[in-house]
């Protein structure tokens, strides 16, 4: 629903007559991830680093003249300089974030100075009284007022108060709003669009495995999992993800004002303090001071939205499409990216995948460690005749296997982008029944020569063979020499491969040459 508001008689020439847009018709918004995240972290929900791009449609009535169009209800994120408005039949003049939002202190600090009624109560009695009190100190530490028996402290009476405002001051929004400025030559019904980057979004990609019981393949289920910090929710939006790391720097952000009161009572009744406060403030600031700023993304404690796609994630999924050198993740119908929370929606499922299970380590070539847990990886290929073949965005995947009739946790881990063709690989842990042992057996170190004889132990307790990949990396004037088994190279780094059977040892031997 849309209002104009007439002009005042200050504006007698209608030079600047205010429109107001409370909602878009029509809302899509795509969700970029937070570029400093790898795929082995997930999203910080108290504060999310990526952005989206949203794009709203909204259907607007304009007088002739200069016009103030407000659309209200954006996001409280949004980057000001990054909005775009087209529809306009005359374009637009300038365009401003109006930063002050209505909250408990910016209508506290909207009154700082002037005239508000203090409503008290009794809760012994339930009798109530009213009297006229001037606010004398903003929101930030301590509210103070001024009343015809003094100066006192708001709420330190240990009577129920409230403070009644006459009205809402100018300027203050209920919704986060930004406003534009057109010259309009003929009055008209405009469909506008506005699209803007806004801070606080998220998403990723999580990953189901469940191994078969034969330990060679695995069943993928894979969710696409939005999160939104800010405080405007889109109803029925159209909602695409993108991976990928597109070039963005950062962005300079107004903080919208508002927020808690912040509430202090002082010892013994003595108010000098706070009116040395009150008039010090009005030195300072030239009468009225100013709230403080407040923080662009309060903490928040995010839950599973309630509207989670679950026993229909499966007819509702994502569909991929190639946008540049990024992969585009589209929904398939609109969803509700609400406020505060996140939503999951099916992105494939994928079975019968050939896997295999390794047990890794990088060591150093003369770094002594007792019995060590080795790290227990997932293997697979990202090829069509294996059963996948399709970009793999980064994320978390949580592995899963039956035993005795019940589906039991292996382990997690993450993965970054992984494109077509590509070796997927996911540490999902340490495994307490293969082990290495790396000693030294023998030190020589003259003016001759110096050198070291180590040995690397194996130790495989598990009732199945373990294919474990050893990485042995060494200072570049270090050599390997009398090695009892042939090593291959993998990533640069000396790679010992090996199958230790169950119940079983494997041992390698080596020197370490240092001159």
Not at 414 to 426: L, S, Y
Request: net charge neutral; charged share 20%.
């Amino acid at each position: 629903m849309f209002a104009a508001a007439a002009p005042s008689a200050a504006q007698s020439d209608w030079a600047r007559q205010l429109v107001t847009s409370d909602g878009p018709s029509s809302v899509s918004v795509t969700v970029y991830r937070d570029p400093r995240r790898t795929g082995d972290n997930g999203m910080n929900l108290n504060y999310l680093g990526g952005y989206a791009l949203i794009t709203e449609q909204r259907t607007v009535t304009l007088p002739a003249g200069e016009v103030d169009l407000r659309f209200e209800g954006v996001a409280g994120g949004i980057i000001p300089q990054s909005a775009i408005v087209t529809g306009l039949p005359d374009g637009v003049i300038e365009k401003n974030r109006d930063a002050a939002l209505l909250s408990p202190s910016a209508l506290l600090n909207g009154y700082l100075g002037r005239g508000v009624t203090i409503r008290r109560t009794s809760a012994v009695t339930g009798e109530t009284r009213e009297f006229d009190a001037q606010i004398r100190t903003d929101a930030s530490g301590g509210v103070v007022l001024q009343t015809a028996e003094g100066f006192e402290a708001l709420q330190c009476t240990g009577l129920n108060e409230t403070i009644v405002y006459p009205a809402i001051p100018d300027g203050l929004s209920a919704k986060p709003t930004l406003s534009v400025k057109s010259r309009v030559a003929t009055p008209t019904r405009a469909t506008v669009t506005l699209s803007y980057l806004a801070t606080g979004f998220d998403w990723q990609a999580n990953y189901v495995a469940d191994v078969s019981a034969d330990g060679k393949k695995l069943n993928l289920f894979s969710w696409v999992t939005l999160a939104n910090g800010d405080e405007t929710s889109f109803t029925n939006a159209q909602t695409q993800t993108v991976a990928g790391q597109p070039n963005k720097g950062r962005d300079n952000i107004q903080h919208a004002s508002g927020g808690s009161i912040n509430l202090a009572c002082w010892p013994q009744g003595t108010t000098s303090d706070i009116i040395a406060r009150y008039r010090a403030n009005r030195s300072r600031l030239g009468g009225v001071p100013a709230p403080p700023p407040t923080s662009m993304m309060v903490p928040m404690a995010m839950e599973m939205s309630a509207d989670v796609m679950g026993v229909t994630a499966r007819k509702v999924q994502t569909t991929q499409e190639d946008l540049g050198d990024l992969k585009l993740y589209r929904i398939s119908v609109p969803v509700t990216v609400a406020s505060q929370s996140q939503k999951q929606v099916a992105m494939f499922e994928k079975t019968a995948i050939p896997f295999v299970q390794i047990y890794e380590a990088e060591i150093w070539a003369d770094n002594y460690r007792d019995a060590t847990p080795l790290v227990t990886t997932l293997r697979f290929q990202n090829k069509k005749r294996d059963g996948l073949g399709l970009a793999l965005p980064a994320g978390k995947l949580v592995a899963f296997k039956a035993a005795a009739g019940e589906r039991l946790l292996l382990g997690e881990g993450g993965m970054d982008d992984k494109a077509i063709g590509e070796e997927v690989e996911v540490s999902i842990g340490e495994s307490p029944l293969v082990r290495y042992q790396l000693q030294a057996v023998e030190n020589v170190d003259n003016e001759d020569r110096s050198w070291t004889a180590m040995e690397l132990t194996l130790t495989n307790a598990s009732r199945t063979a373990a294919q474990v990949e050893i990485k042995i990396d060494h200072d570049d004037d270090e050599k390997l020499r009398k090695i009892s088994q042939k090593l291959g190279r993998k990533d640069g780094k000396d790679f010992w491969k090996v199958t230790v059977p169950a119940n079983s040892k494997r041992m390698l031997t080596y020197q370490v040459v240092r001159r």
